[in-house]
Nanobody, 120 residues
């Protein structure tokens, strides 16, 4: 199962970006989807996650600013990022786990990452 993250770019402080993570594969049954980020010189950290049923969880440092959502029909998860700060600068990765194929084999895949730079 391949994940493609997109939507990163350069934005000024206080601005917004919308990241998307699209999964491709046959007969997908995607369970939890996570967004992680890794800033310069920092360890990778969990930003937000969402379950199949739409239950969400956010890291304290993005609560009230970021919103994660999913479109199960399109196997896509979005991360709406508002009120961006310079400390949000990082490569953002999506990660998804679930089952695929007629044999319902488990998968746990990572996208290649998309760079978000918040700077004036």
């Amino acid at each position: 199962v391949q994940l493609q993250a997109s939507g990163g770019g350069l934005v000024q402080p206080g601005g917004s970006l919308r990241l998307s993570c699209a999964a491709s594969g046959r007969n997908l049954n995607i369970d939890r989807v996570n967004w992680y980020r890794q800033g310069p010189g920092k360890q990778r950290e969990l930003v937000a996650d969402i379950t199949t049923g739409g239950m969400t969880n956010y890291a304290d440092f993005v609560k009230g600013r970021f919103t994660i959502s999913r479109d199960n029909a399109r196997n896509t998860v979005n991360l709406q990022m508002n009120s961006l700060k310079p400390e949000d600068t990082a490569v953002y990765y999506c990660n998804a786990a679930g089952l695929y194929g007629l044999g319902r084999a488990p998968f746990n895949s990572w996208g290649s990452g998309t760079l978000v730079t918040v700077s004036s």
